[in-house]
């Protein structure tokens, strides 16, 4: 199967700073890249879609100045949680797809806001 | 609105026997379906995909049966090993416009005991 990857994989950082968070595609491609948030015992909820060259979309609910996405080139997507804060700690998990039916997720990036 | 549901949170199977894990879908638009295996502070794992063409997938131990007439899918594990405790989620998507975008259950958490 397809291979994404994440980095950091975990992060602690203090109330108010920024994170960035990276999702490659090793050996594919992608155009579409998707950015999910997991909660405890919760499912996975997309929180907004990754377009090379144009603008994210989010999800309703989701603040899109809060939650940056950057997708510079076909095989890097970028969220930056600006001024984060405690309620941001989560676990968050971006996916791609060479087809883009089947995604393939990356092994998540914990992140501690403390 | 829970497009994708998977009413059972948990299930518990005896090693070497059948596993069973049901979902339900409302939105008729839908026309793709996955499964993902998922394990702890990692992303999910692609395990097996059904277009709406098919009633039947399979792939190893691994089959999923679907049955549009009633919205609902299977993923039938035979036989069930203990490695196969994890998380599962079923995923569905309306095909080629979409763009990859997932609808996930609430996940049903396998447990195979030896």
């Known amino acids: 199967g397809a291979v994404v990857s994440q980095h950091p994989s975990r992060v602690i950082c203090k109330s108010g700073t920024s994170v960035k968070i990276e999702c490659r595609s090793l050996?594919?491609?992608?155009?579409?890249m998707f950015w999910y948030r997991q909660f405890p015992k919760q499912s996975l909820m997309l929180m907004a879609t990754?377009?090379?060259?144009?603008?994210?979309?989010?999800e309703q609910g989701v603040e899109k100045d809060k939650f940056l996405i950057n997708h510079a080139s076909l095989t890097l997507s970028t969220l930056t949680v600006t001024s984060a804060h405690p309620e941001d700690s989560s676990f968050y998990i971006c996916s791609a797809g060479p087809i883009q039916e089947t995604q393939y997720f990356g092994p998540g990036t914990r992140l501690l806001v403390l | 609105d829970q497009q994708v549901k998977q009413n059972s949170p948990s299930l518990s199977v005896q090693e070497g026997r059948i596993s069973i894990l049901n979902c339900d879908y409302t939105n008729s638009m839908f026309d793709y379906f996955l499964w993902y295996k998922k394990y702890p502070a990692e992303g999910p794992t692609f395990l097996i995909s059904i277009s709406s063409i098919k009633d039947k997938n399979e792939d190893g131990r691994f089959t999923v049966f679907l049955n549009k007439s009633a919205k609902h899918l299977s993923l039938h594990i035979v036989p069930s090993q203990p490695g196969d405790s994890a998380v599962y989620f079923c995923?569905?998507?309306?095909?080629?416009?979409?763009?990859?975008?997932?609808?996930f259950g609430q996940g049903t958490i396998l447990t195979v005991h030896p």
């Open positions: 050996d594919f491609q992608a155009t579409t």
């Open positions: 990754s377009n090379e060259g144009s603008k994210a979309t989010y």
């Open positions: 995923a569905a998507t309306v095909y080629g416009t979409s763009y990859g975008k997932l609808t």
